[in-house]
Every structure is written in structure tokens, then in C-alpha cells.
């Protein structure tokens, strides 16, 4: 399994960034996606997550109304859209791969390299 992140970067407080998850080595329709964040000095926490069809999608509180993940099956995407940026958002963020479609924190056991985001003015 791979799982590569890209669309991290620099970006002003209230501004927007999209990331994407290029997924390969397994049948992505068969997977719950998520993504997960590690600010410097914390623990890694799960942002969002989307279930093997998208009927179903979680987030953690403090992205609420702000982040919004999708998936595209036919192309093995998962996106992130992250909107209204603030600097306590800036992480290195990962996507992962849930094979028991749970969405549980616990259920993720594929994980890629991370995509750095940082806000700040």
C-alpha cells in the first residue's frame, strides 16, 4: 500500500489549501480514508474521515464547518479541502487507509508520508 500526500504549504490565516492522497497497492473502494495531523510537540490526531463510498464523513471539532474531505474512487483521491486556515491548523498531515471501512482511530493501519502545512501571516 502507498498513500502520497501533496497541496501542503504556506498560507496566510483565512486562507484555503486543498490536499490530495494518491492512493495505490490496494482496492481503494474497499477502504475508509482519513486524514491525520501532528503539530511540532503533540500527539498525531485524526482531522477527517470518509467511508469506502462517502455516505459517511467525520470530523474532529476544531475543523468543523471549515474542512471538508471527499474521495474520488475511480481515480483512488482523497482530498482535503481545508478552508478559513488558522495557524493553530499547521501540522504535517497524512492520509491513511481504513481496510474495515470503521473509521475508528484504532482501524487506520496504512499510513503515507505526510504533506507539511503551515499558516502563518
Known amino acids: 500500500v502507498q498513500l502520497q500526500a501533496s497541496g501542503g504549504g504556506l498560507v496566510q490565516p483565512g486562507g484555503s489549501l486543498r490536499l490530495s492522497c494518491a492512493a495505490s497497492?490496494?482496492?481503494?473502494?474497499?477502504?475508509?480514508m482519513g486524514w491525520f495531523r501532528q503539530a511540532p510537540g503533540q500527539e498525531r490526531e485524526i482531522v477527517a474521515a470518509?467511508?469506502?463510498?462517502?455516505?459517511?464523513?467525520s470530523y474532529t471539532d476544531s475543523v468543523k464547518g471549515r474542512f471538508t474531505i471527499s474521495r474520488d474512487n475511480a481515480k483512488k483521491t482523497v482530498l482535503l479541502q481545508m478552508n478559513s486556515l488558522k495557524p493553530e491548523d499547521t501540522a504535517i498531515y497524512f492520509c491513511?487507509?481504513?481496510?474495515?471501512?470503521?473509521?475508528?482511530?484504532?482501524?487506520?493501519?496504512?499510513w503515507g508520508q505526510g504533506t507539511l502545512v503551515t499558516v502563518s501571516s
Open positions: 491513511a487507509a481504513d481496510r474495515s471501512d470503521r473509521l475508528g482511530v484504532g482501524d487506520f493501519g496504512s
Open positions: 497497492g490496494l482496492t481503494f473502494r474497499l477502504y475508509g
Open positions: 470518509i467511508s469506502r463510498t462517502g455516505g459517511r464523513r
